[in-house]
């Protein structure tokens, strides 16, 4: 991904529900990608989803007086 795809991708995932990043991580994990730059992206995809998903875990946990 270049650097604009990320942004976007970035600014995606600040916006998007749970349900929209979760789909969004199944179709990462079922896409048959054959090139190396291609499973590189699928890759920062997965990594960057998963830091949104703990993010917004932790942020749950401090706002129920968890953390």
């Not at 995606?12 to 990043?21: G, K, M, P, Q, R």
């Not at 998903?53 to 942020?59: V, W, Y």
Request: hydrophobic share 40%.
């Amino acid at each position: 991904m270049d650097k604009e795809a990320i942004k976007a991708f970035i600014a995606w995932l600040e916006t998007a529900s749970e349900e929209e990043i979760l789909k969004r991580r199944d179709q990462a994990l079922s896409a048959r990608v054959s090139t190396r730059e291609g499973k590189s992206d699928v890759r920062l995809a997965l990594r960057l989803i998963d830091e949104e998903l703990i993010a917004r875990l932790d942020l749950k946990r401090v706002e129920h007086g968890k953390g």
